[in-house]
């Protein structure tokens, strides 16, 4: 089993919809999470941090849900400019040791 | 501006032919980090440093050199490159004290 899986899409989804990813983890000692977004031949950046209460950002909603061992990402109104890849990264033990999950495909259609 | 650098950003070599990826961070960041991706297994580790002079192997290291020799800095070597090490590199670096890792533009490596 993979230490993070996501499920990889690729997700078509128009314009306006709303759209959920998740993301499990197997050690349940992870200490932090997030999501990254990385655009077809860029680098990945961070997207945002997920915390234990959950937290927005504009149309971005990040929870985790630990007893589940869970994360999940909720894309509201989505923009053309939203299509990319969207990467749930994982930090065991608070040591930087990061895992990535392969990444979830996004495309948003007009 | 904030940033890390990688070069060369495209590079194809033949077998056995050592190469070194260079990175660097402008931001004064410990922890430094080369990852690879290749598709369906997303970005593995394959070294990390939290500071100078301390390197530590991360998930797929076979292959790969590392030093850290300035905080700035933090090269990738492959002795005797390998056709199984044709991928994409990834360099990042990241502050200890917040976990957000700022990633370099990349490095797509062909092994002929």
């Known amino acids: 089993r993979k230490e993070v899986e996501q499920d990889p899409g690729p997700f078509n989804v128009p314009e306006g919809a709303t759209v959920a990813f998740n993301c499990t983890y197997s050690?349940?000692?992870?200490?932090?999470f997030f999501w990254y977004r990385q655009d077809c031949r860029k680098e990945p950046k961070l997207l945002m941090s997920?915390?234990?209460s959950g937290n927005e950002d504009g149309r971005f909603t990040a929870q985790l849900n630990r007893a589940s061992q869970y994360i999940s990402l909720l894309i509201r109104d989505s923009k053309l400019s939203d299509s990319a890849t969207y990467l749930c990264?994982?930090?065991?033990?608070?040591?930087?040791?990061?895992?990535f999950g392969a990444g979830t495909r996004l495309t948003v259609k007009p | 501006e904030a940033q890390v650098t990688q070069n060369p950003r495209y590079l194809i070599t033949v077998t056995g032919k050592k190469l070194t990826v260079t990175c660097s961070q402008n931001?004064?960041?410990?922890?430094m980090s080369w990852y690879r991706q290749d598709p369906g297994l997303g970005l593995r580790q394959i070294y990390y440093?939290?500071?100078?002079?301390?390197?530590d192997k991360g998930d797929v290291p076979e292959g790969y050199k590392v030093s850290r020799k300035e905080k700035r800095n933090f090269p990738l070597i492959l002795e005797s490159p390998s056709p199984n090490q044709t991928s994409l590199y990834f360099c990042?670096?990241?502050?200890?004290?917040?976990?957000?890792?700022?990633f370099g533009p990349g490095t797509r490596l062909t092994v002929t």
């Open positions: 931001m004064n960041h410990e922890y």
């Open positions: 997920v915390y234990s």
């Open positions: 990264v994982v930090n065991l033990y608070n040591n930087n040791d990061m895992r």
């Open positions: 990042a670096s990241m502050g200890l004290q917040l976990y957000e890792q700022y």
């Open positions: 440093s939290m500071n100078v002079e301390v390197t």
């Open positions: 050690n349940s000692a992870s200490q932090s």
